[in-house]
Each structure stands twice: as C-alpha cells, then as structure tokens.
C-alpha cells in the first residue's frame, strides 16, 4: 500500500478542498480494499451520488469517504441531519471511511472504516440551523460523534501511518457482523453501549461486578429501564452468543 497521494491530479484544480476530495478519493479508488470481501477494487460512484462514494462491485457495500487534515478528532462533520436519521431508520446508510492526512507531504497518516452497523441515533448530533443570513437559512446539518463509537468499530486499515495486515481487518470485520442481525435501532444501542463500558474496563478479561459500576451512568442513559443490572446480563449474554466475548467462570468474562 502507498500512502502518498499523487499529487500531479490536482494540478488543474484552484480550490484547496477541490484539490484535497480529487487527491483523496483517488487514493482510496487504487489503494483500498473492501473489507468486507477483500475484493481488491472498490469502484468510485459517479460525482454527487446522493448515498455513497465507493461501492464493492463484488459484495454490494456502499462506502462514504469522510477526510480531515492533521487529526480526526472526538467528531466528524457530516450532512443534512434529516437525511441522516433518514438513513438510519431505513438502514441505508453507507459503511464509513475515514482519512487523517498530512497536508505538508500529502501522505495518509490514518486511515479506518466504520461499519455502517455502528451507527445508532446516539452517535449523530443535531447541529444548530443556519441563520436567516445564511445562503442555505435555516438548514441543520449533524456531527457524527467519533467518541461514542466502540473502538471495535474502528476498523484501521492505516494507523499512524504503520499498514495493517489485510488478514486482520477483514476478521475485525466479521467480527461484529452479528450486529447487523439486529433490525431495532433502540436494541442495537443497548449492545453498542454494553461494548463501550467493557473497553472503559481496559482489560480483555472482566468481571460482572465491574460491569456493574456502569449501572448510574446506563441508568442516565436509559432511565425508562428500571432493571438495569438485569439488561446487563442479558447483554452479556448475548455478546458471549453471538461469540463477541466468553464466560470463563462464574461472574468472570473474556474479549475474544
């Protein structure tokens, strides 16, 4: 993988952002592989497709390309909140990539998917609408907030600027496909933060009584839930089912 972008595509463009979508989109058109797949030629949509960038000719995946200079940052600018929630409860939304570059040496410093089944209406933050001065008044647009997405929803196919190897990104991958199992936006947001407080533990082996010092901050979360130390273990449960994690004795837990 070259993580140089080539530069000589944005010779006839003026505009710093014209130049940066041409050079990016193109290193992505030749570099990257589906992950889903590994089918070695993701294909570009044709400018302005309304709901991706790239697409799998293979296996069908829609993918967007979201790029930023220097760092990524805890959130991502996106569009139209509305479309947005749109995609999210008709499940169309589109696999995310994400590239950080360094715009001194136009070289890729970071670069990672999230799979589209890690978007939950918690993740999109309603932005405040344009002012009445504004040429597009009135318009709200969203911020996809990176933090509340577990980190094994990051799938990093470049990380500061080290290549992984294709055999792990695609078993990442498959990892948490069990997700898109679940059609219920409200369900999935119950496992996705389950997810997140084992990575606060910062251990691949836990106990129950660990889990259980998240129940005030689950409560706040889901206050109509009156049992939360029940939902936990059901989540559990379901996490160790679907062979995300296993029990390794009573109370006690493992990342696989």
Same mark, same amino acid.
Do not use: H, R
């Given at each position: 993988m070259n993580l140089s972008f080539n530069t000589k595509l944005a010779d006839n463009y003026i505009s710093q952002s014209q130049k940066i979508r041409v050079l990016t989109e193109d290193w992505v058109d030749n570099q990257i592989f589906c992950p889903n797949c590994g089918y070695l030629d993701i294909d570009k949509y044709e400018n302005n497709k =309304? !709901?991706?960038?790239f697409f799998c000719s293979n296996c069908k995946e829609d993918y967007e390309l979201k790029s930023k200079k220097e760092t990524i $940052? *805890? %959130?991502l600018v996106d569009g139209a909140y509305k479309t947005m929630i749109e995609r999210l409860q008709s499940n169309n939304a =589109? *696999? &995310?990539f994400m590239l950080n570059y360094d715009l001194k040496s136009f070289t890729v410093l970071n670069f990672f998917v999230i799979p589209k089944h890690f978007f939950v209406l918690d993740i999109i933050e309603k932005r405040k609408a344009l002012s009445q001065t504004a040429r597009r008044a009135g318009w709200i647009g969203c911020n996809i907030l990176l933090q509340s997405? =577990?980190?094994? $929803? %990051?799938i990093f &196919? !470049?990380?500061n600027r080290q290549i992984e190897p294709k055999e792990k990104i695609l078993i990442e991958w498959q990892k948490t496909l069990f997700l898109r199992e679940e059609k219920k936006i409200g369900v999935k947001g119950w496992l996705l933060d389950i997810m997140n407080c084992i990575e606060k533990l910062r251990n %691949?082996? &836990?106990t129950l009584s660990e889990m259980y010092a998240f129940e005030n901050l689950l409560s706040k979360k889901h206050p109509e839930n009156k049992h939360i130390k029940d939902k936990i273990r059901q989540q559990l449960q379901i996490l160790r089912d679907k062979n995300y994690?296993? &029990?390794i004795n009573i109370g006690e837990y493992k990342l696989k």
């Open positions: =309304p !709901v991706a960038d $940052g *805890n %959130k =589109p *696999n &995310f997405i =577990p980190q094994t $929803g %990051k &196919f !470049v990380k %691949k082996e &836990f994690l296993e &029990f």
